[in-house]
């Protein structure tokens, strides 16, 4: 018995129940593939698969950390084996500050890039990365209606509003909105822009001011 005990304090102590590798699946850059490898390289060696099966939350939320993810979802084998399984979460714009071009996403992730998708939403005049993730993150709730038929996403604070936004519509509308409240005010439950662009299909403004909406001709 004692040689049994043994044995299995041997085996959970020894290298053959370490962490070994991490396995990336849904990623296709390699440069990113490598930031999660790193953003994880503190479980390799110390952690057992014994460890990580009451740490895959721990995983998880690491992950989420990133910004860049989502359904994450973390398997572990035996042998010290971590396969994960993600999610990449798409840009929805991006912005130049300081002659770096960044992506933004809906989870409120900002990174650099080199290269960007034409689809993407410009966001001009943005002085921070931090308020381009606070916008990104408010973007989630937008309807799709309003995403697809922007052009543009300025920023235009003045000193009665600092964190004043403006929507530059492609069919000449514009809607402007404190940063604050677009994931409300501009949900689809809440604005239903089709059915104003009926009435009212270009050069008008949607002004959200305080808990109210005004509707104005456009000057431009």
Not at 33 to 50: A, F, H, N, P, R
Not at 193 to 218: D, R
């Amino acid at each position: 018995m004692l040689g049994i005990i043994g044995f299995v304090f041997f085996i959970l102590l020894s290298d053959i129940m370490k962490i070994k590798t991490i396995h990336v699946i849904g990623v296709n850059d390699a440069e990113l593939e490598q930031q999660i490898s790193e953003q994880l390289s503190g479980y390799m060696g110390d952690y057992t698969w014994i460890d990580m099966l009451f740490s895959k939350d721990n995983i998880v939320q690491d992950i989420e950390e990133m910004k860049r993810f989502e359904n994450v979802l973390v398997e572990i084998d035996f042998m010290g084996n971590i396969q994960l399984h993600v999610q990449e979460v798409q840009p929805l714009c991006y912005a130049k500050i300081q002659n770096k071009n960044y992506l933004i996403n809906k989870l409120g992730g900002v990174y650099q890039t080199k290269q960007i998708p034409s689809s993407l939403i410009q966001c001009s005049d943005f002085q921070s990365t931090e308020m381009l993730s606070q916008l990104g993150h408010s973007l989630h709730n937008v309807s799709d209606i309003v995403l697809n038929e922007t052009s543009e996403i300025h920023y235009c604070g003045d000193r009665y509003d600092k964190d004043l936004i403006e929507f530059y519509m492609y069919d000449h509308n514009f809607i402007k909105i404190n940063i604050s409240q677009i994931d409300q005010r501009l949900s689809e439950d809440s604005f239903h822009y089709a059915a104003y662009k009926l009435k009212k299909p270009q050069n008008t403004i949607y002004s959200f001011e305080g808990k109210y909406m005004y509707i104005k001709k456009c000057e431009k």
